[in-house]
Each structure stands twice: as C-alpha cells, then as structure tokens.
C-alpha cells in the first residue's frame, strides 16, 4: 500500500490479495457465529431445510422465551453473578498485591518464591486429592467452593509483574523520601499508572469467572447452586423432552438445536458487551506486561 501524490491511498498486488485471504478468514471466525443466532430464532422446519442459511425466512422468539421461562437460565445468572461479584475482587486483589511484591527487587526470598509460583504451572497434585481437600474443609455444595478455589491465576500475575517492572523505579523512590509507605505507592503511585495491565487482567478474570462450571461440576450439587456456563452445558446435552418442557404446541418452533444456540448466545452476549469498554487498555496492558524487563 502506498500513498500517490495527491494523497491517495494505492493498493498494490500484495495488499489486494492479503485483503481477501483475511476478508476471507473473518468470514470463516464470524459466520459460525452468526449461523447459531440465526439457528435460535428460525423455526425447526426452516433450520430442517437449511442448516447453513444467510438470511431467516421467519423469527421466532420461542426459543428464548423457552429458555428464560425456565428457572434453570435465571438460577445461572444469578449465580454467577454472584461469584463474579465476590470472585473478581478476591481475584484481582491477590493477583495485584503479589505481582507487586514479586516486582520489587527489596522483597525477601524473591527468587525461591517466583520458583515455588512458577512450579504449580506445570505439576499439580491432581483430582482426587483436589477434591478430598475441598471436602475437608467442608464447602463441597457450597458457591465458596468456586469462589475461593481460584485465586491467583500464575501466567497473568506473571504478566502483570513485568508491567510494574516497567515504571520508573524513581517514582517509588521519590515517594518514599516523602515519607510513603508501600501501600501509599502501590494505590497512588503504582495502580493508576498501571490502568491498562489492570483493565486486561480484570477483562481476563472476568472471562474465566463468566465461563466457570468445572469447580462447580465437581463441587456442587444442588442445581439451583450451577453458575450460568454449567446450565448451559446441561441444556446443550439435553433435549427438549429431558427438561420436562411443557411446550407441546410449540414443537415446530422450540427444537433441541434451537434451544441450545439460544442458550450460547444468552450466555456469550454480556461478556461480549463488556469488551469493548475495556478494548482501549486491552492490547496495550498485554504487550507492555508480555516484555520481560
């Protein structure tokens, strides 16, 4: 691509044909998607005739109101809102208070610490012994049991280390000859400047808290207690009949297909309408935190 000398912007060969590969992989990422709306609301005689359609011939809304007429949907949401609301800030507080820790060259034991941290990412003591130890502490059936089992996530506090690393050690050192203490720099100091790495790391959070349901698969089992993500797998490897519809004069409109691409939309849509917020900060907080100074 190159500009002419009226300011024109000039698309050579090489620009022409890397346009449409990528025009062309788009395609192939969005349409799967946009092929599951279409499937949850067309009718189970249109999705019969054309499993891959561009356009629906009729809408229907059954499918979804289906799905939200069934206390399972609304036992999800609030559940894992729940866990969101007590899980983010547990999440991010201990992720953040240990990245700093681990970026200051002052801090004792620094190096035998970082391998300890580094270790778990590679061996773990496995299910059984999992399990037996969320039982011995008695929160088995017990939303506890998701929130608290995942505190530090090993690869973004690692990510976010390497951004405080980054900041000039001079502003820590002014602060302290102005008589500040740790806290005082990591929350007026440290934090603002580090908005981007915070924003991904939280908009990371929020993605693996909105998509848990194997702590909770393992843990609980009351299923008014199941977070969002577990329902849905429950209604993806069901059927209609399985979920004890009483929606026989619906047939031809609420079918199995329908209601599970009505379930995945349901559950992906808010946290797609979260990121765009948090786009702005997003590729730079994971470029910066990615550079190992």
Known sequence: MSVGSKGRVRFNLFDTINFLILTLLALIIIYPFYNSILISLVPQRDYIRTPFML???KITWDSYKYIFESPKIIYGYRNILII????????????????????????????????????????GGGLIPYYLLIRGIGLVNSLASVVLTYGVNTFYMIIMMNYFN?????????????????????FRIMLPLALPIIATVFLFFAVDRWNEWFSA??????????????????????????????????????????VKMASIVVTMAPIMLIYPFLQKYFMKGILIGAIKS
Do not use: C
């Open 55 to 57: 356009f629906p011939k």
């Open 84 to 123: 969101l609301l007590f899980g983010m800030p547990y999440n991010m507080l201990l992720t953040t208070f240990t990245a700093y820790a681990l970026s200051r060259d002052s801090f004792p034991g620094k190096k035998i610490i970082m391998g300890l941290i580094i270790f778990t990412m590679y061996f």
């Open 166 to 186: 980054t900041i000039p050690a001079s502003l820590e050192e002014s602060a302290r000859i102005d008589g500040a203490n740790e806290f005082v720099i990591l």
């Open 217 to 258: 698969m393992l843990f609980l089992r009351d299923g008014k207690k199941w977070p969002l993500q577990l329902v849905l797998r429950n209604i993806v490897m069901s059927t209609i009949d399985d979920l004890g519809s009483s929606y026989a004069s619906l047939r031809q409109t609420v079918f199995p297909a329908g």
